[in-house]
């Protein structure tokens, strides 16, 4: 290509790096390009632009123009203006490309400016200082192509409605291999929240308001109004949610989406992004048509009532309880206080109970509440029969990293057998919990953790049957590395402080083995035993697991683990039982399906099939 004195001016959106034009038909005969003289990104860029030209549809002459119009396209992107390319074809489509690709671009002059209220603005500044490109660089399209597009969303983002360019310019001389990049950037005022407005609501407004992330008069945040419409989803009290600003002067904003297509708010938020993102081009033409004076943005809200009843029924399998059933009865709201309650009946072979949760939200609904638990439960298990029944009262705090405290006041009444010694008792005791659970992602995490602490306290001064002090602990953790080793670490410790023990209940007591202990051995079969060698419980427990998990193909993966532990009634046990196997696990529709074959080391001819549905959390 002759050097010419001339300039390249591209005022618009160039060609992104990676972005050939996928609207060939499926029969369409590609040309086969093989290509010699760039290697790397180059190469693939140039096979990209190639890989839908239908060569039936043109001449030989066009054809050869049009791989050569791709080809230099493809390579100004990374700087290559003036490459020279000998092309060579033969009649079965196949095309040779030998390219001298030439010095490349290098920038000369690079002047971004931000100007309007988002100059100060961190998001803005710190786009400013992760663009790549400086002076005497190589042209590259794609983070020039990608500043421009980062600095009009966080305009629509941050609530700067009335942003432009004044000036984009990329001015390119090839024969002075030299380049000249001026973007400036007017984003205006930044808009500010203005009054809500909630339609539809069959719950107290001030409730729904405490919730509200901002406040009238703070600046506008679109991420805010995803966050609002998560939390009245998260309070379970609407089946359909809408948040969005009153944009009199772009109607299309302003407008419903129908159907079920996504509201305005996660169009304009980048922590969405894999839904479809608001046109730059179609929100600066809709404001153009009459900018407000008025920066305050009034929100309006519509929500629709979720169904007071709603059921659900649950089907599973564990080898430590055979098959399981669950029916569940929700009333997420049964007045305009928000007021919900929650009935749930679960039945196995060895094990039934029915409970029932009453929870009263107060000024947080999401974070703060009374809770009135109650339950019947009857277990029949190896040496343990138990019928119990028990009453709750609770204080909820959730706080702002997670945790959720529960203080609570817990009464039962327990009628039990436990290694042939029977007794009937009456209860009364306080106790704290604190636990946070984190997945991501919730189905089959691969990063999480979850942990739990409580401690009780009973005592024969108020009237219990019993004086005990009880600690329990659990923490579990997953951790991936890569995309195929998956590894699983839990500890689960408990103690017993008391001269009643003949008295607990076996709900106190503390046994180990089985799916979720240490496989290997049966559901709750390690434990102390009485002088008939009957299950008696232990008044100490601790069981760890260490679990390696790696990928054999899609959903499934093989296992190797090794668990650890027993109940005893001292805390310097002889010895503690250990199980290792291998197993298999399948991330089905239903959950994650674990499979597992595990060996007690104490008994050499043993093995222990254990089988079970759901996640680990």
């Not at 050569?68 to 390579?75: F, N, P, V």
């Not at 971004?112 to 005497?136: H, T, W």
């Not at 202990?517 to 049966?522: E, F, L």
Request: charged residues 25%; proline residues 6%; negative net charge.
């Amino acid at each position: 290509m002759g050097r010419q004195q001339r300039w390249t001016s591209a005022t618009g959106r160039v060609f992104f790096v990676a972005l050939p034009l996928f609207c060939a038909s499926s029969g369409a005969l590609a040309v086969d390009a093989t290509i010699e003289g760039v290697t790397g990104e180059v190469d693939k860029n140039i096979k990209a632009y190639l890989q839908n030209v239908d060569a039936e549809q043109y001449t030989d002459a066009r054809l050869e123009g049009e791989v050569r119009r791709r080809t230099q396209e493809a390579m100004r992107v990374y700087g290559y203006y003036e490459p020279e390319i000998t092309l060579e074809r033969n009649t079965d489509d196949r095309v040779w490309l030998t390219i001298e690709p030439g010095p490349q671009v290098k920038v000369e002059t690079l002047s971004v400016n931000v100007e309007g209220g988002a100059r100060d603005d961190p998001p803005f500044q710190d786009a400013l200082e992760a663009f790549p490109l400086k002076e005497g660089d190589v042209l590259r399209h794609a983070p020039w192509d990608r500043l421009s597009g980062q600095l009009s969303g966080l305009a629509i983002e941050r609530g700067y409605f009335d942003w432009g360019f004044t000036d984009k310019r990329m001015e390119v001389r090839p024969y002075l291999q030299s380049a000249r990049l001026y973007m400036d950037f007017d984003s205006g005022a930044r808009y500010q929240f203005g009054p809500t407005s909630i339609k539809g609501s069959h719950i107290e407004l001030d409730r729904l308001r405490r919730i509200q992330p901002f406040e009238s008069g703070d600046p506008y945040l679109a991420e805010n109004l995803a966050l609002y419409s998560q939390r009245l989803a998260d309070t379970g009290w609407f089946s359909s949610i809408s948040v969005r600003p009153r944009l009199a002067t772009a109607q299309e904003l302003t407008i419903a989406p129908p159907g079920d297509s996504d509201p305005w708010w996660s169009e304009a938020t980048p922590s969405q992004p894999q839904r479809p993102r608001l046109s730059s081009a179609a929100l600066a033409g809709a404001l153009s048509i009459n900018k407000p004076d008025d920066k305050e943005l009034p929100i309006d809200v519509s929500v629709e009532p979720a169904d007071r009843h709603q059921f659900e029924v649950g089907i599973g399998f564990a080898t430590d309880v055979g098959p399981r059933l669950r029916f569940g009865w929700e009333q997420p709201w049964i007045n305009r206080y928000g007021h919900s309650l929650d009935h749930d009946l679960y039945l196995s072979a060895p094990e039934q109970r029915f409970t029932g949760v009453y929870d009263i939200p107060l000024e947080n609904p999401l974070r703060d509440s009374y809770r009135l638990q109650y339950g019947v439960r009857n277990l029949d298990d190896n040496d343990t029969e138990l019928l119990e029944g028990t009453v709750e009262f609770a204080r909820r705090w959730q706080f702002d990293n997670d945790w959720v405290q529960l203080l609570y006041l817990r009464t039962s009444y327990v009628d039990f057998v436990q290694g042939g010694e029977a007794d009937k008792v009456w209860l009364f005791y306080p106790g704290v919990q604190w636990t946070r659970t984190r997945t991501r992602p919730q189905r089959f995490p691969l990063w999480g953790d979850r942990q739990q602490l409580s401690f009780e306290y009973s005592d024969t001064v108020w009237g219990s049957d019993a004086q005990f002090a009880r600690m329990t602990g659990d923490t579990e953790w997953i951790r991936t590395i890569g995309n195929d080793n998956r590894f699983l670490a839990r500890i689960s410790v408990g103690a017993i402080e008391t001269e009643d023990f003949d008295k607990l209940p076996p709900s106190l007591r503390f046994f180990a083995g089985g799916d979720r202990s240490v496989r290997g051995y049966s559901y709750e079969s390690l434990s102390p035993r009485n002088d008939e060698g009957r299950l008696r419980g232990g008044q100490q427990m601790l069981t760890s697991t260490l679990e390696y998990q790696r990928r054999v193909t899609g959903d499934w993966w093989a296992a190797t683990f090794v668990d650890n532990g027993d109940a005893f009634d001292d805390w310097a046990p002889d010895d503690l039982k250990t199980g290792a196997g291998a197993g298999v696990r399948w991330i089905s529709p239903v959950g994650p399906i674990r499979l597992d074959i595990a060996h007690p080391f104490d008994d050499e001819d043993a093995f222990r099939l254990h089988f079970s549905i759901g996640p680990e959390f």
